[in-house]
């Protein structure tokens, strides 16, 4: 049909093309002859001042004696033929058939195509396409076809357990007998829920590479339509279409864009999104199911969607896909790395141990950085450093070593970071310190980062004591160097964090004895789910405002004990950094003992930073001059 309609435009437009060269052409040959009336003609003849006439219809064109030519007209039905050739006159008669239909194409032509343009027009409204004027309402279901490029569950790692519930439903695409012998019924929908970027899409490509079936994606904003009742006509027209290619698979992603609960809001909700999430629930089980026909929705916003979508019958499975853990970062890394040449001294393990909470896209980035940053200096493989400096790259920023410090910030940045990071490694509950530095980075003039042994999956009290301690070992730090005047407005950002830390601990956690086992979260946030609020008294905000106060006053207690108690290792720490800018965990706790980084002592940057006491009191005077590097 599509071939048809291609090949009746380009005739209709040769000939409109045809007609306007035959009309220019007219025209330019009337231009280049001279116009004159009949009657001048004839008497031009009687006096023999005309050598050549050529008859082309009523056209006459006329050649005189002198060479001139003209045209005239001569009129309808008298016959001039004989009279000039009594006169001598040479006379040639053109044959009249293809300038007839050439005329009378002219004089039909605009009627031809504006007949054209209404059959065309009349065919998209009646459904022709399903970009026309009536065409809204068809599915823009895709038909996924992976020649090149194709997934399969090999491509897919970190999420075992999500994979094992979905390769059971492409079992029941492939044999279905293997279970309905036994009475079990294929699958309705699976639900794939999950963070962003953990692999939901991935998987539906992985199905679709492996269930040898036919596989329609759609978007849930797909439906979404600014006119009443085309989102519901679109859900029939997609399962119409799924019906005539059953067994087969329908995955709808982001499904949360038409699938919110129904009569939230103010005015009971949007009308036409109800409508068609109450299509796509009729489809889904209804009164004529759907044999056949298995959907696979993604979304990461399962407490917005309604109940009646949930239930067993429309989505009988809810898959969890999950942020990966340390052996599944491991395979992912490892999926990723086969595309790119890997050198001998690349530790995936290593990498994913220091990659706690990353996603699986997130992993796919850090490994697309390290490419790239071994490309841009020349690399023929990527090598653990070039991992390393993306890992960086990615989890604190690009450093931004364009920016000029003074000599003083950059000395209070090296004190605020050492006072982290020995406050972090005094308390066996934090987690190992992974690197320090006083490089910019983002919007961080420097900072220490640290990385879990393990996956973390729940936080006890004194693990989040000693974390609120170590966040607030930035600001002692700087009082303890330089006063209680001379601190900067760095610990701002520790400061917020040990604000949200404190506050999760007494208002959502129960971690504290006075405020008690109750969620004060939503009342002191001031976003409750109804209208009316849950309100609390003031005397229980003050209690909960009191109690955080406690808990970070007693975390800058800890800190600032720890490093008037450990000042000389604060002070080696410090001048460490200045000197070296960027130091790993390792080199840290070489450089706090009094170790050499190097392996001589006459390598460069071997020696130990000479120390500096550091006094007792909080009263600390500056140095007389900067310190320099030693």
Same mark, same amino acid.
């Given at each position: 049909?599509?071939?048809?309609?291609?090949?009746?435009? +380009? $005739?209709?437009?040769?000939?409109?093309? #045809?007609?306007?060269?035959? &009309?220019?052409?007219?025209?330019?040959?009337?231009?280049?002859?001279?116009?004159?009336?009949?009657?001048?003609?004839?008497?031009? $003849?009687?006096?023999?001042?005309?050598?050549?006439?050529?008859?082309?219809?009523?056209? @006459?064109?006329?050649?005189?004696?002198?060479?001139?030519?003209?045209?005239?007209?001569?009129?309808?039905?008298?016959?001039?033929?004989?009279?000039?050739?009594?006169?001598?006159?040479?006379?040639?008669?053109?044959?009249?058939?293809?300038?007839?239909?050439?005329? #009378?194409?002219? $004089? +039909?032509?605009?009627?031809?195509? #504006?007949?054209?343009? +209404?059959?065309?027009?009349?065919?998209?409204?009646?459904?022709?396409?399903?970009?026309?004027?009536?065409?809204?309402?068809?599915?823009?279901?895709? #038909?996924?076809?992976?020649?090149?490029?194709? =997934?399969?569950?090999?491509?897919?790692?970190?999420?075992?357990?999500?994979?094992?519930? @979905?390769?059971?439903?492409?079992?029941?695409?492939?044999?279905?007998?293997?279970?309905?012998?036994?009475?079990?019924?294929?699958?309705?929908?699976?639900? &794939?829920?999950?963070?962003?970027?953990?692999?939901?899409? @991935?998987?539906?490509?992985?199905? /679709?590479?492996?269930?040898?079936?036919?596989?329609?994606?759609?978007?849930?904003?797909?439906?979404?339509?600014?006119?009443?009742? $085309?989102?519901?006509?679109?859900?029939?027209?997609?399962?119409?279409?799924?019906?005539?290619?059953?067994?087969?698979?329908?995955?709808?992603?982001?499904?949360?864009?038409?699938?919110?609960?129904?009569?939230?809001?103010?005015?009971?909700?949007?009308?036409?999104?109800?409508?068609?999430?109450?299509? @796509?629930?009729?489809?889904?089980?209804?009164?004529? *199911?759907?044999?056949?026909?298995?959907?696979?929705?993604?979304?990461?916003?399962?407490?917005?969607?309604?109940? *009646?979508?949930?239930?067993?019958?429309?989505?009988?499975?809810?898959?969890?896909?999950p942020n990966p853990d340390i052996k599944?970062?491991?395979?992912?890394?490892?999926?990723?790395?086969?595309?790119?040449?890997?050198?001998?001294?690349?530790?995936?393990?290593?990498?994913?141990?220091?990659?706690?909470?990353?996603?699986?896209?997130?992993?796919?980035?850090?490994?697309?950085?390290? /490419?790239?940053?071994?490309?841009?200096?020349?690399?023929?493989?990527?090598?653990?450093?070039?991992?390393?400096?993306?890992?960086?790259?990615?989890?604190?920023?690009?450093?931004?070593?364009?920016?000029?410090?003074?000599?003083?910030?950059?000395?209070?940045?090296?004190?605020?970071?050492?006072?982290?990071?020995?406050?972090?490694?005094?308390?066996?509950?934090?987690?190992?310190?992974?690197? !320090?530095?006083?490089?910019?980075?983002?919007?961080?003039?420097?900072?220490?980062?640290?990385?879990?042994?393990?996956?973390?999956?729940?936080?006890?009290?004194?693990?989040?004591?000693?974390?609120?301690?170590?966040?607030?070992?930035?600001? /002692?730090?700087?009082?303890?160097?330089?006063?209680?005047?001379?601190?900067?407005?760095?610990?701002?950002?520790?400061?917020?964090?040990?604000?949200?830390?404190?506050?999760a601990m007494v208002m959502r956690w129960?971690?504290?004895?006075? =405020?008690?086992?109750?969620?004060?979260?939503?009342?002191?946030?001031?976003?409750?789910?109804?209208?009316?609020?849950?309100?609390?008294?003031?005397?229980?905000?003050?209690?909960?405002?009191?109690?955080?106060?406690?808990?970070?006053?007693?975390?800058?207690?800890?800190?600032?004990?720890? &490093?008037?108690?450990?000042?000389?290792?604060?002070?080696?720490?410090?001048?460490?950094?200045?000197?070296?800018?960027?130091?790993?965990?390792?080199?840290?706790?070489?450089?706090?003992?009094?170790?050499? &980084?190097?392996?001589?002592?006459?390598?460069?940057?071997?020696?130990?930073?000479?120390?500096?006491?550091?006094?007792?009191?909080?009263?600390?005077?500056?140095?007389?001059?900067?310190?320099?590097? !030693?």
């Amino acid at each position: 049909m599509g071939n048809a309609r291609n090949l009746a435009f +380009w $005739v209709v437009l040769f000939l409109m093309i #045809l007609a306007l060269f035959n &009309l220019f052409s007219d025209g330019t040959a009337t231009m280049n002859s001279r116009q004159i009336t009949y009657s001048d003609f004839i008497e031009r $003849v009687n006096n023999e001042q005309v050598s050549a006439v050529t008859i082309d219809g009523e056209d @006459l064109q006329i050649t005189g004696a002198d060479g001139q030519q003209y045209v005239t007209v001569r009129p309808q039905g008298e016959e001039i033929a004989d009279k000039l050739i009594a006169q001598g006159v040479e006379v040639k008669v053109l044959k009249q058939q293809q300038s007839g239909f050439m005329s #009378l194409l002219g $004089v +039909w032509l605009p009627f031809i195509l #504006l007949i054209g343009v +209404w059959i065309f027009f009349m065919n998209r409204m009646q459904g022709g396409g399903k970009g026309g004027a009536m065409g809204f309402g068809k599915s823009r279901a895709k #038909l996924l076809t992976e020649k090149h490029g194709r =997934v399969t569950f090999d491509d897919v790692a970190g999420i075992d357990e999500a994979k094992e519930e @979905l390769e059971e439903i492409v079992e029941f695409l492939r044999n279905p007998q293997k279970f309905s012998r036994l009475g079990g019924k294929i699958p309705k929908g699976a639900l &794939l829920v999950g963070p962003p970027g953990t692999g939901k899409t @991935l998987l539906a490509r992985a199905i /679709a590479g492996e269930a040898g079936v036919p596989f329609f994606t759609i978007s849930g904003s797909d439906f979404v339509e600014m006119f009443v009742g $085309v989102g519901a006509s679109r859900v029939r027209d997609m399962f119409e279409q799924a019906k005539k290619s059953a067994p087969c698979i329908l995955f709808i992603d982001e499904i949360d864009a038409v699938g919110r609960s129904r009569g939230v809001g103010i005015g009971g909700g949007n009308d036409e999104r109800e409508q068609t999430l109450n299509q @796509l629930l009729v489809e889904m089980d209804g009164f004529e *199911a759907n044999e056949g026909i298995i959907i696979i929705a993604a979304t990461n916003r399962k407490d917005v969607l309604d109940p *009646a979508l949930l239930r067993p019958g429309r989505f009988d499975r809810q898959i969890h896909v999950p942020n990966p853990d340390i052996k599944g970062r491991e395979k992912i890394l490892s999926v990723h790395a086969r595309k790119v040449p890997v050198g001998p001294d690349v530790d995936l393990r290593i990498i994913a141990r220091g990659t706690p909470g990353f996603s699986g896209a997130d992993l796919m980035n850090l490994v697309n950085e390290a /490419a790239l940053m071994a490309a841009r200096i020349g690399r023929r493989f990527v090598s653990m450093e070039d991992f390393e400096n993306a890992k960086d790259k990615v989890m604190l920023g690009v450093e931004r070593r364009s920016m000029v410090l003074t000599p003083e910030q950059k000395e209070k940045t090296a004190y605020h970071e050492a006072g982290h990071a020995v406050v972090g490694l005094s308390l066996p509950k934090c987690d190992p310190v992974y690197k !320090a530095t006083i490089i910019p980075r983002g919007s961080a003039l420097g900072m220490v980062v640290s990385l879990p042994e393990m996956d973390r999956l729940n936080f006890h009290k004194d693990e989040a004591k000693q974390k609120l301690t170590m966040t607030m070992a930035g600001k /002692a730090a700087e009082i303890i160097k330089y006063g209680e005047e001379g601190v900067s407005n760095g610990p701002a950002s520790d400061i917020q964090q040990a604000s949200q830390l404190a506050r999760a601990m007494v208002m959502r956690w129960g971690m504290s004895d006075k =405020v008690g086992n109750i969620d004060y979260a939503e009342a002191h946030e001031g976003y409750s789910g109804n209208t009316g609020g849950f309100s609390v008294s003031a005397a229980t905000k003050e209690l909960i405002e009191q109690e955080v106060h406690d808990l970070i006053e007693e975390a800058y207690a800890e800190a600032r004990r720890i &490093l008037i108690e450990k000042n000389t290792e604060f002070e080696r720490l410090a001048q460490g950094l200045l000197e070296y800018e960027t130091l790993t965990g390792e080199e840290i706790g070489k450089i706090i003992r009094g170790e050499p &980084l190097g392996g001589d002592d006459d390598t460069p940057g071997s020696a130990v930073p000479s120390v500096t006491a550091v006094p007792k009191a909080g009263k600390a005077a500056r140095p007389e001059s900067d310190p320099a590097p !030693a």
